[in-house]
Each structure stands twice: as structure tokens, then as C-alpha cells.
């Protein structure tokens, strides 16, 4: 029996997260759930590329655009899942049994948000995106993306877009998606270099913004 997930992780330098990322995924291996290792580059200039030919995996190119990163991914991927994570997102110890439990029922899981730092803003940060994921089934990318392959084409799959494009398919997913009762521990090196509430605040404009009809080119540029 062929194990069941393929792994796509877009990348672009991102050397400093993307060890921690993988060696996360051990857990997985020795699970016999990973059939695969996608990575999917958008033109890095550092170590991305060597760390990823060194774990083995399956390296896709192409322009740097996170939404036709994953696309691509998927595009080659064999799996009958899909477990889509940011390069700078760790897996908590035990999500393998979380999705092991789940397999059986094909669908969309995102899991639940934690930031790699302490205090009480990163926590209400991190409380607020697992609120909105629970409420309005909108999780972002840094949730995590586990989906039945199935569901994924019914969906259309990831639009080739800058930014948004997580939120552009939970939006089809309509309800669709659950919490997996673990967490995605995401890197805060953004939020602590920008201010926890200017950051935030430009990611709950920037959705606005998008909700409203803005062109994601153009957010894409802005939110840079």
C-alpha cells in the first residue's frame, strides 16, 4: 500500500526556515504517511534549492508567485492528499496521529495557529486566525493545507496569484474545511521586525481590500 500525502512546500530564500520545516516532517515518514516531497521554488538565490535536492525531494521552478508555486506542486504531485505548508511553518510533535485519525474521511483540515514566540500579543494574534478559521472558514496558508486530492480538482485548485491565494480557495471550499487538533507553529520574524498590531492590521486591510474586489497584483505590491 503506497503512503497516502504528498508534502508541497513553495519556497523562495527561504534557507532559514525550511530545516526546521522538514525535519518536522520525520514523524510522518516513520508514520508511513508521506508518499512524497514537493518543493516548488520561485527563483531562490540562497541555499533553498541544495537543502531541498538534500531531502530527497522533488524540485519544481518556475516565477515566484506563491499561489502558481503550489499549483505547479500539485500539478506533479501523486498523492491522494495534499499537505500544502509554508517553508517557515513546523509542524507540532503529534500531528501525524491528528492526521491519521482524519484520513479516512475525505475533505479539507487546516491546522490550528501558534507563532514561535511568547507573549500576549502572539497570542491573541494566533487567537484571532484560529477564531476566523472557526467562524468564517477562512485559515491562511501558515495553517496548513491538508485536502483529499479529489476535492482539490473538484475546487479548481490553487489560482496562479500573488497573495490571496489561500484565502481565494477556502472561499470555494464553502464551509468545508475543520481544525485538526494540532498546531502549525509559524515563524514571527515579520510581526516582530513590522509591530504586532501594525502587521496585523495590514493583513485584516489587506483582506478587506480583497473581499472588496481589489486586484491581487495590486495588493500583492502594497502588502510588500
Known amino acids: ?131 476566523r478559521s472557526r467562524l468564517f472558514g477562512l485559515p491562511y496558508g501558515d495553517q496548513g493545507l491538508l485536502i483529499h486530492r479529489s476535492l482539490y480538482d473538484a475546487l479548481g485548485g490553487f489560482d496562479d496569484m500573488p497573495l490571496m491565494e489561500d484565502v481565494a480557495l477556502a472561499r470555494r471550499a464553502k464551509g468545508r474545511l475543520r481544525v485538526l487538533p494540532v498546531a502549525a507553529v509559524t515563524s514571527a520574524e515579520k510581526y516582530r521586525s513590522q509591530g504586532w498590531l501594525r502587521r496585523g492590521g495590514r493583513n485584516m486591510i489587506t483582506l478587506a481590500r480583497y473581499f472588496a474586489g481589489v486586484d491581487p497584483e495590486r495588493l500583492a505590491k502594497r502588502y510588500r
Open 1 to 131: 500500500m503506497r503512503a497516502p500525502i504528498t508534502i508541497i512546500i513553495p519556497t523562495l530564500n527561504a534557507e532559514r526556515g525550511l530545516p526546521a520545516c522538514l525535519s518536522a516532517l520525520g514523524e510522518g515518514l516513520s508514520a508511513g504517511l508521506i508518499r512524497e516531497l514537493i518543493v516548488s521554488d520561485g527563483g531562490s538565490s540562497d541555499g533553498t534549492v541544495r537543502m531541498a535536492e538534500a531531502a530527497g525531494a522533488e524540485l519544481v521552478s518556475g516565477p515566484a508567485s506563491r499561489g502558481g508555486q503550489l499549483r505547479r506542486g500539485a500539478e506533479v504531485a501523486q498523492g491522494d492528499w495534499l499537505l500544502f505548508l509554508h517553508a517557515d511553518t513546523v509542524l507540532e510533535e503529534g500531528w501525524s496521529e491528528a492526521v491519521l485519525a482524519v484520513l479516512a474521511t475525505p475533505g479539507a483540515y487546516h491546522f490550528r495557529l501558534r507563532f514561535d514566540a511568547k507573549g500576549v500579543m502572539p497570542r491573541l494574534v494566533a487567537g484571532w486566525a484560529n477564531l
